[in-house]
């Protein structure tokens, strides 16, 4: 089947997180699309170093990029807000579907933006528009359609976040961390947007209207920013067992709806208390549900292109639909599954922690440690406590080793006379990202 | 537009929470799949006092339902493998769509069963399979299709996870909290299949085969319970900072697929180590993306009926789509938006959290308080430390009160003399549950 035609208007950090995750994953993307997406045209003023574009032919007119027959899906990645949103009124005008990452835009014009989609039957799609790379659109409006949502709570700017989270780990000034967020690159040169709520006001409208079903309403979002909270109040917060976040919270109330940004205590048990640095999350509470969260990075060029791509997606797998599965049943075309073997336990790794009853007397412990060692299996730390009794508990936490190792060794360990009973073995895992 | 009719096959605790659910957000949800859904029939041995079915046709033999030409969709709630199975297999053969809640079946006969529906273009949906009302088979299949998944860990089964969080939270013994799940409901009276993570297993398979695009593949999972599991154990963990979950785990290795669920120490930073009680999570590590974490309830009535009808939206709108726009842009068609008004900000009800600068002598305190009762406005926390210094902060935690009672207070309250400058308010949300 013929590739489907991008063009990328903008190259800036989120259009060369596009341009490379495309490139990059291509072949695990058409599988799960069921056709090549490959960019046929990029609309910017110069090339981005952190992406090689060298071999797509280029135009510094982005309304090029709206007019050309060949381009199927219009990516609008420029910001801002007039001429995007007259990019994506003439992308619409001329047939083309629209994937945007553009909450601005959305939030102040969605209402026209999407009248036009409808009429010209395209696609306009936004899911990289609130809470970065979270899938959180398509959590509410596909995911929880069966609910009548209650109220949505989110942590949606991660610069706002960051500085939040700073304060209270680090006992920091708001000014002194905004300075290191700027720096650091999270915080733009103006930094009112993100610190004054209005980013974080333009992505709870859109969320207010998918949750509650009402049209877009920027100019109704009551915005308080975190330039006033102090270290002190972040202390006081701790205290009485709360953390203070800058939370977007939409609500249905008999009386109407609430749309709110503002620093908010939060009671620290919560999950969402304890989301950090640039993370975001957002928590619905629905009728059928109850709560759910939705936790991620809500920035960052390859995680925005992550959302900008899965809509690149599901565009494609509604052109494409030549079934009723529009979306395959393992994600992936069954035509191609691949044949990755499933590894034996035997050949996973993994950490380890051990728990022993050892007999009480000098050298059981260095028995032990050597029948590690001949397996290769490095310790991380131990733990036995004094005691009384005969038989003294050995807790041991190992770093990674293959369980055929570990097995190996654990036998070896139970064979020793100082050794009583079984060895208990529980496998560790740090979750870290790799 | 007609409606949809729905067979639901299967009346236990998630066939009536289906059931009541699309009868209490009838309204709601069809405004979001453009048509209304109905249940046309029902197949089921008796009825069950948890729903009112008397006005809907219902029979014992539910493959009455598979062959009933007036049905669309034929929703399998019985349980089990063989049964579930031929039932499954009929409905496609004779054209319908199918939604299931069933992991045993996916898991183990979801290959067979997903050739059936490409062969004779149908869906088969199965939101519900894994870790109940949590949109995860739509975040991994749909939400992340840009990225090469790196590796998935989840807490897949909510009884586990309450005996687990009992052990460490109340210093009980493993056979003391599972006899108390039984007798709540959480735990079945063969707890096998939660306990020894088969019903893990069950849905680990699934999530590995959208993860990496390979064949389902059951058989090869290692399955390792938590019986063994001890309070000591709990309690080195913690000292070690840990906590023990029972995870699953599928990996895309070099050497392949890593498909295992045990008992696992993780990091107690983690949020997902966090994730108590009968809840489920899910942590996803993607290249793009980077980390991102679902989390929700994992079992329960109403919770799987939210993932079950989500997926006779999804089916909904694919059978009815007109248009490009197989899902509306604000979750609700256009033409059903609703026009509930955005409260003013006035109207908003919050607790409050407030730090005023008090001249430290005797009454000050009275003075406030009277304000804030003036107001209507009831106190949950005051903190005063002692200090030397001529102005003493206070803070105050009020329970939920109007802004504009709480303006009007505040108002007061900095014109006292004994109040030097400008009080901070900060809202307060619990975040709990409606």
Known sequence: ????????????????????????????????????????????????????????????DIFEVARNPEIDIVVELIGGYDTARELVLEAIANGKHVVTANKALIAEHGNEIFEAAQANNVIVAYEASVAGGIPIVKAIREGLAANSINWVAGIINGTGNFILTEMRDKGRAFEDVLAEAQALGYAEADPTFDVEGIDAAHKLTILSSLAFGVPLQFSKAYTEGISKVTTDDVNYAEELGYRIKHLGVTRRTEEGIELRVHPTLIPEKRLIANVDGVMNAVLVDADAVGP?????????????????????????????????????????????????????????????????????????????????????????????????????????????????????????????????????????????AQ
């Open 292 to 432: 759910t969260l939705y936790y991620g990075a809500g920035a960052g060029s390859e995680a925005t292109a992550s959302a900008v791509i899965a809509d690149l997606v599901d565009t494609v797998r509604v052109m494409t639909a030549d079934s009723s599965n529009r979306v395959p049943h393992l994600a992936f075309h069954p035509s191609r599954l691949s044949d990755l073997p499933m590894l034996p336990m035997d050949e996973v790794e993994t950490a380890y922690y051990l728990r022993m009853q050892a007999i009480d007397h000098p050298g059981v412990l260095a028995e032990v440690t050597r029948i590690l060692a001949e397996q290769s299996i490095s310790i991380d730390a131990i733990v036995q406590h004094d005691t009384t009794e005969e038989l003294v508990p050995v807790v041991i936490v190992t770093h990674k080793v293959k369980e055929a190792a570990m097995n190996r060794a654990i036998s070896a360990i139970e064979a020793l006379d100082s050794i009583h009973g079984e060895v208990t073995r529980i496998r560790v895992e740090a979750l870290d």
């Open 1 to 60: 089947m013929k590739p489907v035609n991008v063009g990328i208007c903008g190259l800036g950090t989120v259009g060369s997180g596009t341009f490379n995750v495309l490139a990059r994953n291509q072949e695990e993307i058409s599988r799960r699309a069921g056709r090549v997406i490959q960019v046929a045209q990029i609309g910017a003023r110069r090339p981005n170093p952190a992406a090689d574009t060298s071999e797509i032919p280029t135009t510094n």
